[in-house]
């Protein structure tokens, strides 16, 4: 059970941890204007797509973690119902 | 004995209903005020917005037909008598058989007033071509009543059957309102399209046999505890 | 999933994801959509893992029905769960991305249409479990059902009905580039959906435990 939480928590560290190094992604693109290759259009044609896109993945990191969290949220409240109840059952001498 | 059976519990249904009319009353009533508010809704320039009216027919349809249905369960366990046919000793599908076909005959009978009001009142030329236009209703209303018959029953002993039946059942039957929209649109185009109408037809046709199968198969095990 | 399993899966499923900006800013750019087509590289894997989601818990819904297997019921509530969820990025992630690609938020066409009525229709399985009383389990399994049997006509609807939607031809023709980039995220979300079914299954037979006690317990 505690395992859970560890593995869990982990997990939400590490996204936390990945969302900086996503956030960093969309601006590169424009910021290498001499890098950019012939076939690719102006930067200027980019920038209104940034805000979406990161909208896009900062949403479905979010919602991610939101659900991961309401599962263990639910999982731990279940479960000490679960050992209330044992303790329960186990006092009054079956 | 399966054909039997079906004709039987529709045979009942008919019986019960013609002592009343209850159903069939309230329904067409119904039905005609539905019409009424979309077409004081939808009204332009003090005429009524003629492309509406294809969406319009369906939309009353739907609404009449989950009316219809939930009356008809209503009645089914008021009298418990959904039990009692369970326990006769006849093939569950062929009581779901019987019960659609009572649910067709109310939502036809719907339909008969439905389409002449709202080709008066939205000035559609629904009839121009009345066999393609009798295809497309019978195939969507069948349709819609096959998922609707199977729910409603389901719902019978839920508590909260009144506003599931609504949430359960429309977003399965949409693809069904949906050809039905589009069909009844490309039968009142200026010049009918009638090979589109008949793809359309085709499609619901498909959703229908699929929407059978399942019902008949589902019937018992959701009947039985 | 076997016990053993979990951690490892855990493990790299995480290195993936973290692993997963780098991959999709790495690949090419589209030439007409450009940067924000690169939405892609989410928005279908979602879809692709809703899809999964709707076609194991109608399976399982299918196998609850006829056998009345109470552990099937308990991997098609999961399942169903999970498909919402992902069904909802799905659906954020898509109009974010039409509104630039093709300048509206929402269309009617076939394929949007049929994921947002897919979508629907595995609330009402929510709903139902919630509220519908006795019998909701059998109940949001027809549901269920009936859900999965929509998913070919999802599929299928785009190269049937024209629209503006981008057919499904488009993930074979994927360039090199992008080709790579596509089915890394698709793993990732594929790897990502067996650890979440897991979670939630988990919590499923923890209540199942709960109410078997509840019902055990001495008046």
Redesign the interface.
Known sequence: MTM?KQ??T??VS??L??MP??AM??P??AAQEGFVPI???PPS??L???P??I???A??WV??MV??WS?AK??GK??T??QS??R??AG?GR | MFLRVALLVLKKDVAIEAKSFEIITTTLFFAASCILVFSFAFVKEGAPVQDAASGILWIAIAFSGTLALGRTFERERYGETLRALLLAPAPRPAIYVGKLLGMVFVMVTTEVLLVPMVALLFQAPLFSRPLLLVALLLAGTIGFASVGTLFAAMLVRARTRDIMLPILLYPVTVPVMIAGVQGTSALLMSTPDEALATMWIGIVTSFDVVFITFCLWLFEPLMTE | MKGQYFLPLFALTTAMFAAAPFVIANAPYESTMLLVQKIFYFHVPSWFVMFSAIFISGIYSVIYLVKGDRKADQIAAAAAEIAVIFGVMGLVTGPLWGRKAWGVWWQWDAKLTMALLLEMIFLGYQLVRRYGGPGSDKMSAALAVFGMVNVPFVYWSVNIWRTVHPKTSVVPTLGPGMFGAFWFSVLSFMLLFSLLLTLRLRLERQRAVLDELYLAEEP
Do not use: H, K, N
């Open positions: 859970l593995t869990i982990i997990f590490i996204f941890l990945a190094l996503l992604q969309p590169t693109g076939d690719q259009l044609e980019q209104p797509a940034a979406l896109l909208t896009a993945y949403f479905v919602l991610l659900y991961l599962i639910r999982l279940v479960e119902e679960i109840l044992q329960r059952s009054s």
